[in-house]
């Protein structure tokens, strides 16, 4: 059995860790911190809260429970550990206060699509299950050391079933007795995205949307912060469990029937006869429609203004795996192969059709080859000085898998003066081989016959990947900021930075090169082989079935990060508000590779993850620059240095 994975984030600190047999805590990540699970119970088995440590000798405690069960009533668990206090190495302490009025924030059941095929049990399947229920555990205040956080919510919610807004945060002062004296307060103003659209189910289809905060104390009220959001072209199609999704889960604008994804692969079945599965399932492919809902812009109470710019994630998908493919997509492709001879006497070749796709079984009806020959004159009448009475058999003539198109065939098409004869034959082709093929032209005929053109028309198969020609990055899930810039009350720019975001990889000699997209952290998989058993005629038998889902078998984020594309350089430059050119910039490069395939022999359990790269996102090299595009001066450079001491495999 494989461990539960945690989850933890607090503080500037985020990562996974596994609780091993003997009860220790194996953190995924590079982090200097300790945690240590309390356990409770007779039997030790259950965990009462953490606690952890970090570098600088602070500790925290994670003791509130969140609880969470399946909309049957079964199935009760704690699902997360609050953080409840933190004593500082400077002997404070922070104090973390909920309130809890038994009542279960309710959420969809999510949907559950899959295709079989090749076995008993085919076709297209779907079911949604219960969904859950999560205890309504709400923050009420934070105690400090002189002071008290209060957090005010309703449960006036439309986009959710019984659960909780912020709507106000407010701070006091606490004296020496005990005694709250109300300072200011921060107060949050929400609607929701999609609450234009009529006739929609409101659970389904609103978010909330947080507008505007205000900060006031007594009667002094400041002008609001605001936000303003992207949108669509089209958003009717983005509820909550639309099937228009990318593969990372980001709005695509496009309508699709299902999740299942379109799939062309390749599948053995269980006689060992390779099967091509041209599955057209849904458009999972990312567009700009996942911009939707992203923030575009702050306005202070200032009267300035913050705006982001924002472009798609993208990668190269031919150099971006580390490890197999298990199920490689591909295509099929009319493609055409030509032979031309115009030398007099005997003209021998072959032609390459090992990659033709489908082959037609020996004994089975059909073809899958067609030649088209055409014997070509200089003239509209030389053609005729060759045939029919004025031609000899066996002069001219063209040979392939033993059928032999003499050009006084009477299946010609030598149509009205025309200066070709042509005919068209099909051909089956069993075995992905290379065929020999033999042209003829006597030495006898004159220069009014020109030559013997052939055209092979048939299909092949091949990676889609490698079919990227010319074009080495494709777009992934998610945005990358382009731009940040920085208005006044009158709109000029203030302050204005552009982000450039790429990959160093090395060339045919060895030579880096930087590429202007990322890397995949771990590619989609929806496809797995599963092993049925049926009992036809009260005798068990055995069927290698090929299945679809409708979410990926593989996680399609860094297993130690979290993050779906990665980038070894982002360029940070500063630019000049007076004139648009560039003041400075700042190079950061990070550990970034991808995660480590598994490979399960087609057989792939849903969920289970790849090995990914404990050092990846951490920084390793800063260098300032100073100046302008013509000249950069090197202000300022800092490394950074890792080690990995924990790599035991625990499980």
Known sequence: LEPDIYSFNFLGHSGKFIITKDKKVAIQNQENIRIEPIFTGTDQATIDMFKITDDQGNQFFFKDKESTESNTGTNLAISSWCISKIYTQLGDSIQYNYANDQTWQVTLGDIHQQFNAYCTNSGFFSTTDAGNSYMNQTLQSIDFTGGQLQFSFDNLRDDLQTSRKLNAIKIYKKLPDGTLVYLKESDLYYSYFNSQLVGVDKLQYERLRLDSVRDLSGSVILPPYKFTYNSAPDNSNSGKRSFSADHWGYYNGVYNPSFLPSEQLIFTATNGRENYLNYEGADRYPSGSCIIFSL??????????????????DYDPDNDYKGPTEWVQQETVTTTSSIHVNARGTTNGSLDLSNIYPIIPQGIQGQNLTASIGFRSSNNDGNVNHRGANGTLGKIYFTFLGNTIDIMSSSLDCG?????????SDYSISQQTSYPWTAYIDPSVGTDFQDINVTFTYQVRRNVQNAQQNNHSLLAGGLRITAITDYGIDHSVIKKRKFEYGVSRPDDNGVPQYYTWGRLMSPPNYVRAVGVTYTPFLTVQWC????????????????SQGNCIGYDTVMEYTIDPQNGGLDGKTRYVFHNLPDTILTYNQMRFPGLPNIGDNLNGSLINKTIYAGNASRFNKVREDFNYYSLKNRKIYF
Do not use: D, K
């Open 416 to 424: 009205v003066n025309s200066p070709v004869c042509s005919m068209s």
């Open 544 to 559: 290698r079935q090929l299945s679809i889902f409708g979410s990926s078998n593989t996680f399609l984020t860094s297993a």
């Open 296 to 313: 575009q812009s702050i306005t202070y109470p200032t009267g300035g203004s913050t705006e982001l710019t924002y472009e798609q994630n």
